[in-house]
């Protein structure tokens, strides 16, 4: 096998509950992940050593060097493995780069399951969902899909049912913000008011939401306990947010650690009347109609 092609969604989190600073300078979590159809692809193609390029939308933002998490992930396999192994990655970016949408988590569990299959390895899943946790917090769901909760930092799933599909509008904003300035605002904004931090819990009415189907309940309790921190470092998202409610969304919510808007529609038609409104304002760079849940990494 001379390539493998592997084909990763981007996600939004429809609970994003922080509890308190931990020691290890970690959060815990209640961490509603729903994988959506934003996808990048991963293509592992057979070489001598470990490379990167990147292709498509943004690419001139992602790090080609030992920062980028599809080389962390390629080294970590061969590593586990035991044995030396070469690949040249080749990614195509449609997921925002730093756009609280998972694009670089995306990309780590791409190259998993692509190096996985080109070097004839073999393992099981759950091997590399043991590793995907190693890379980051948000990793392992990029290889599951679907719709998930995720506790500690994130990386301990349970699958969660949906009664349906759900049709959603991305604003991406100019520029990205960076998960750790995010958090780090979060905790700065929180010790200034001195009050205590309750601990994390998953949303009853949001879990009746999703197994329902019901998007206008769903929209109703979309929460992100990182939004106060990514409005106060990006203002203009406060915009964007009135912006998509103005035009019907049943729900905005700033996706994970932002700068990305997500907001959630009726159905398919609503979701295009949206994306089409919200692009001639001056709130979005661009907005992007989507559906999930949909499959994790997979090769195609």
Not at 220 to 246: C, F
Request: include cysteine; proline fraction near 5%; charged fraction near 15%.
């Amino acid at each position: 096998m001379s390539s493998v092609t592997v084909r990763v969604p981007a996600k939004v989190n429809v609970q994003l509950s922080v509890g308190p600073l931990r020691e290890d300078g970690y959060h815990d979590l209640v961490n509603v992940f729903h994988a959506v159809s934003i996808f990048d692809e991963v293509v592992a193609k057979e070489s001598e050593s470990i490379t990167v390029t990147v292709e498509g939308n943004w690419a001139d933002r992602v790090p080609l060097d030992d920062e980028n998490l599809a080389i962390q992930a390629a080294r970590a396999l061969a590593k586990h493995a035991g044995r030396t192994y070469g690949v040249a990655l080749v990614i195509k970016k449609a997921i925002p780069v730093a756009g609280g949408m998972a694009g670089g988590s995306a990309d780590a569990a791409g190259a998993l399951v692509a190096c996985n299959e080109l070097w004839g390895l073999g393992l099981p899943f759950e091997d590399l969902m043991e590793i995907a946790g190693d890379l980051g917090s948000d990793v392992p769901f990029s290889m599951l899909g679907g719709t998930a909760v995720g506790i500690g930092r994130g990386e301990q799933l349970s699958e969660l049912p949906t009664g349906g599909q759900f049709h959603w509008v991305f604003a991406v904003a100019e520029g990205g913000l960076s998960t750790a300035t995010v958090y780090a605002e979060c905790d700065r904004l929180r010790a200034a008011t001195s009050a205590e931090i309750p601990w994390p819990q998953l949303s009853d009415p949001l879990l009746e939401a999703l197994g329902s189907g019901d998007a206008r309940k769903l929209g109703a309790y979309l929460t992100n306990d990182l939004q106060p921190a990514a409005l106060k470092l990006r203002p203009q998202l406060a915009h964007t947010l009135e912006a998509g409610r103005e035009h019907g969304a049943l729900g905005a919510i700033v996706s994970g650690s932002g700068p990305t808007c997500a907001f959630l529609a009726t159905d398919a038609a609503h979701a295009d009347q949206l994306a089409t409104a919200l692009s001639t304002t001056n709130v979005t760079r661009t907005a992007i109609p989507a559906h999930g849940p949909v499959p994790g990494a997979v090769v195609v």
